[in-house]
């Protein structure tokens, strides 16, 4: 049976993924069957958000599984699980995924991994939209009554199992009454928050204004933010945390304006291995994306360009991380080796 998920269906012997690079214009489903479409589609950005990568991840390695049939073992699936690995570097939820298929997978071959790592893949899904649900919960009694939140890029429904981290976040407190306004930057080069976190929120009524990026710091000078509310891609063993890139300037912009700065991610976007982030890799994408726009031009063909996907927000700039098992105030190397410790012993 589908799960109930707006931006990834699986059905069994394919997955549906809602090709996000369309929207708000128009709505497209791209249909994956094997690993190196779903690769493809986390590379390409048909799919984005750490959460909806490693659920696309998964359901790629099944597929994968699947296809092979009799043949299907840790071994032969090695190039798959390279593929999918290589598509983003910098998200960790995309390699704990496939390494918890993995490990599920360890003593199993032909159509029984397959069919494992199919139910293991939707156990993934499942698990986030009810992280989801928690996160969004545990997150809303942080803000303010009749907040004005600012957010960056796209966090929702779009870009996890369902409901979302950030945005779980804003619904959950709009759903509670004391949610005034959300505040989307715009967010270059790809405009997720322009493109997506809008269309999210107004399909629900939520209100919405939409801002330029370099709009922030007037607005917090302003008083006209009481709250700055971003998701994570990984999250370093001491707190810093990476996320889409401009996140370290709202970081700085908030503390100035005594704002509080709040990250939510599911616990599986921590990385214990990670000391911290100076560690982290940071993609850096293609220069068209900063060059262009919907494929016109608006700089010299020939201009350098840097063009980093993500930044590292230090964590004595956040104020707390929020995950589905819990609140991490303050966040620095004692109080998440605190939480990790606290997951640990429930496991």
Known sequence: MPIDSPAIRWLDDHLLLLDQRHLPSRTEWLAIH??????????????????????????????????????????????????LAASRPTAVNLFWALERLQRLGADLEGEALGRRLAREAESIHQDDQAANLRL?????ALLPHDARVYTHCNTGALATGGHGTALGIIRSAWRGGHLREVIAGETRPWLQGARLTTWELMQENIPVTLVADSAAGMLMAAGRVDAVVVGADRIAANGDTANKIGTYGLAVLARHHGLPFIVAAPDSTLDPAMTDGSGIVIEERAADEVRRVGGQPLAPEQCPVYNPAFDVT??????????????????????????????NRRS
Do not use: F, N
């Open 34 to 83: 094997d690993a190196a479409g779903a690769a493809g589609a986390i590379r390409d950005m048909a799919v984005r958000g750490a959460p909806a990568i490693g659920i696309t991840a998964a359901y790629g390695l099944a597929l994968e599984a699947l296809g092979l049939g009799r043949r299907a073992s840790l071994e032969t699936l090695r190039p798959a699980l390279e593929t």
């Open 314 to 343: 230090p964590a004595a700039l956040i104020t707390a991380i929020v995950t589905e098992s819990g609140v991490v105030h303050s966040p620095d190397a004692a109080s998440v080796a605190e939480h990790l410790s606290r997951l």
């Open 136 to 140: 969004g919960e545990l997150g809303a």
